[in-house]
């Protein structure tokens, strides 16, 4: 952390770097991988201009403001007290109140929530929209908890996490295993707690505060995105077969959205598996996967039966031939080996849905393969930006049309794949690295924000 020396952009200032992170965050692998991939990027842009090599910016921007966790204590169906851990990662506020979603996951570490914190910070600054970076949850498992319980643990998570947030402070969110009921119960409580009505959390329902169109715009989103990039490289959806991992809010409304546009969504998963079929969904059976899936917690295995499609029990989607694909589930899911296999049967674009679902060599393999590619800080955006909406809407004690929010949504997502475009093309109309082009925007964006406000 103290050591003076200049960047010059070559591979022994990302090997240091890296060491330094790795020193001062042991085992916390993930939150490694998030900032490997930035500053490698980064590091070189860095050596290029003198104005971001003093001020140790990136130094900064690896150490979140703070982590505070706390003990999350309640009385499950059986009046047995439970407990878990609950945290909030505040990372960075340089542009705006931190912002970010909170996620409910057995499997829920520090190392997870750093990574998808310091992503957020980089997202949140793509959109243009004035919001910091934050992420939180708790490892609690939803799956199998009646309604009582859930609503039960948020009210005790919200007991600790109120400390902490308000509407200018920092507004959470959702994510995986938090919706719009699990919004609305942390919201209950908050409201109950400091006895104001504000805008403190966004994903609320549209009767209380909450934005039209909130719950389809990551997934619309990431369409919209992958649509821009469709046009610069002279191509469309119509017709366009697309894999599709997981089965939650991203990836049904990506789904709705591609059916919307055209193209044909040949696969859906979740943890137990992938449903298959080549000619893809029609719109009706969607409505009959969402009602199974989100009313009644059915499994895909369970929707695949329903449907006559295809199940492949234990498999990721990434075997299927398609066009595109999207991995909408969760971190890590989709690896080198998965990669080479999308790229063998002719996939020609990646974009993510999910944080971070492509490891590093998946990655490096679409590149060297002229795969596009879309990382999720850039093409998911879509839900953290409604989610700016809302509180612009909360503030101003306003209510936006569907139509009004889709078009801002529309117009955000473009101006997301212009400054990509911006940093990670070659001026030439050449092909667009967007990987690189958003980190290095996000990164301009906040560094200067922090330069303009001195070393804190
Ligand atoms: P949901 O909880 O609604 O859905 C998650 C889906 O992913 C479920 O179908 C789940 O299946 C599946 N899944 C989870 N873990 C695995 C796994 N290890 N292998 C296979 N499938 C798995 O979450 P969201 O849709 O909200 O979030 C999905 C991703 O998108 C996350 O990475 C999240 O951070 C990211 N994201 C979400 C945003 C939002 O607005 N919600 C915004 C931006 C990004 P199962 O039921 O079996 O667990």
Redesign the pocket.
């Known amino acids: 952390m103290n050591d003076d020396k200049r960047f010059d952009g070559d591979r022994k200032d990302l090997e240091r770097f890296m060491d330094g992170v790795v020193q001062r965050n042991p085992d916390e692998k993930e939150f490694h991988q998030a900032v490997h991939e930035v500053a490698a990027d980064v590091l070189p842009f860095i050596a290029e201009h003198d104005r971001y090599q003093r001020g140790k910016l990136l130094e900064r921007m690896t150490e979140p403001d703070r982590v505070v966790s706390f003990r999350v204590s309640w009385i499950d169906d059986q009046g047995q007290p439970q407990v878990h851990r609950g945290w909030r990662v505040q990372f960075n506020n340089a542009i705006g109140p931190y912002k970010g ?1 909170l ?1 409910f ?1 057995p499997g829920l570490t520090e190392s997870v929530l750093k990574f ?1 914190g310091f992503e957020q910070c980089f ?1 949140n600054a793509l959109t243009g929209l004035p919001i910091g970076g934050a992420k939180g949850g708790a490892n609690f498992d939803p ?1 199998g908890r009646s309604d009582d319980e859930i609503m039960r643990f948020c009210q005790a998570l919200m007991n600790q996490l109120v400390h902490y947030i308000g509407p200018n402070r920092d507004i959470p ?7 719009q009921r699990e919004i609305g119960y942390l919201f209950g409580q908050y409201r109950t707690l400091t006895r104001e009505f504000v805008g403190a959390l966004t ?1 609320k329902g549209v009767s209380f505060g909450g934005s039209e169109l ?2 389809e ?3 619309y989103g990431v369409l919209y995105f992958v649509q821009d990039m469709l046009d610069r490289a002279d191509g469309d959806l119509d017709g366009q077969r697309i894999a599709i ?8 409304h990506a789904a709705e959205k591609a059916i919307a546009l055209g193209a044909r969504v040949v696969t ?5 598996g992938t449903m298959h079929d080549a000619d893809g969904l029609e719109r009706e059976q969607l409505e009959t996967v969402k009602r199974m ?1 989100q009313d009644r917690g059915c ?2 295995e369970q929707v695949a039966e329903k449907l006559g499609w295809d199940f492949q029990e234990g498999k ?1 989607p990434w075997a299927a031939e398609c066009d595109i694909a999207l991995p ?4 890590n ?1 989709l690896d080198g080996d998965d990669a080479q296999t999308l790229i063998d049967n002719g996939c020609r674009l990646v974009a993510e ?5 492509c490891t590093a060599d998946a990655v490096e393999r679409f590149q060297d393969a002229d795969v596009l590619y879309a990382p ?1 800080k850039a093409a ?5 930006a409604v ?1 700016g909406l809302e509180r612009a809407q909360n503030a101003q004690h306003l209510v936006w049309t569907r139509d009004r929010v889709d078009d801002e949504l529309q117009k955000i997502m473009r101006d997301i794949h212009d400054r990509c475009e911006r940093h990670g093309g070659d001026g030439n109309g050449g092909p667009v690295n967007y990987r690189k082009g958003a980190n290095i925007a996000g990164f301009e964006k906040l560094a200067d924000a922090m330069i303009a406000q001195g070393v804190l």
Not at 380 to 384: E, I, K
């Open positions: 979603g996620r996951d998808l997202k799956k969110a959702g994510d995986i295993g938090v919706g994903g909130r719950t715009a990551t997934g991992s997981g089965a939650g809010n991203v990836a049904l859906l998963s979740d943890s137990g899936k499994r895909i990721a909408c589930a969760t971190q899911e849905g999910a944080n971070m679902p999720g998911n955006a879509g839900g953290v989610s």
